[in-house]
């Protein structure tokens, strides 16, 4: 893909869980890891994908082979979603970076392909709105949005929306809202994941 036109994938593989109680890369739905249906959604889409992980877990990671498995910047190490996603885009070049979060593994290809689409000159972000709730953390960020994500991480103001409010932003309705079923707590699992 040309440089122009090039998208990269980045998955949030998060680190400890401690709301979940363990890592919930390693979690089973259907006996495939979370972060495996997170990869399938980007890898049947684009080309390129990247995986932020906590030191702790790269290893767990070591033997994929289309994906490069990251850390953190080293500035921004423990400052969430927003250093995963700066940290992306430091160590890959790209216009455009589709972000996953890894617990929602109800994502499929035909939701990356929609934000996909849905890109287009003018703006910064491509959001999905479901339920009349934005959602940054399955979302495409133009590289225009690097500089302004490092003035936020510098000053340690980590809010994904406080970084919506400050860049041009295109909204996108109409995708199926289980695919934006996040488990974030052992009772979720068990609400959407064990009784499957």
């Known amino acids: 893909?040309?440089?122009k036109n090039k998208v990269v994938g980045i998955i949030l593989a998060g680190g400890q869980s401690k709301?979940?109680?363990?890592?919930?890369?390693?979690?089973?739905?259907r006996g495939k890891y979370f972060y495996q249906y997170a990869l399938h959604a980007l890898q049947q889409c684009i080309?390129?994908?990247?995986?932020?992980?906590?030191?702790?877990?790269?290893?767990?990671?070591?033997?994929?082979?289309?994906?490069v498995v990251i850390e953190d910047d080293k500035r921004y190490r423990g400052f969430g979603p927003m250093a995963g996603l700066f940290s992306a885009m430091e160590a890959e070049e790209a216009v455009w970076y589709i972000v996953l979060p890894?617990?929602?593994?109800?994502?499929?290809?035909?939701?990356i392909n929609k934000l996909l689409a849905a890109a287009?000159?003018?703006?910064?972000a491509i959001i999905p709105l479901i339920d009349g709730r934005d959602?940054?953390?399955?979302?495409?960020?133009?590289?225009?949005?690097?500089?302004?994500?490092?003035?936020?991480?510098?000053?340690?103001?980590?809010s994904m929306h406080g970084l919506l409010q400050q860049i041009s932003v295109k909204y996108v309705e109409g995708l199926d809202e289980r695919e934006f079923i996040n488990i974030n707590k052992k009772s979720d699992y068990i609400k959407y994941i064990r009784q499957e």
């Open 1 to 3: 893909m040309e440089s």
């Open 19 to 29: 709301r979940y109680g363990e890592p919930k890369a390693f979690a089973l739905k």
């Open 47 to 67: 080309e390129q994908t990247i995986i932020i992980a906590h030191p702790t877990l790269i290893k767990k990671f070591s033997s994929l082979e289309k994906a």
């Open 102 to 111: 890894i617990d929602t593994p109800f994502i499929t290809p035909s939701t």
């Open 120 to 124: 287009e000159e003018g703006y910064e």
């Open 135 to 158: 959602q940054p953390l399955i979302a495409m960020y133009h590289q225009k949005t690097k500089t302004k994500i490092e003035e936020l991480l510098k000053k340690k103001n980590l």
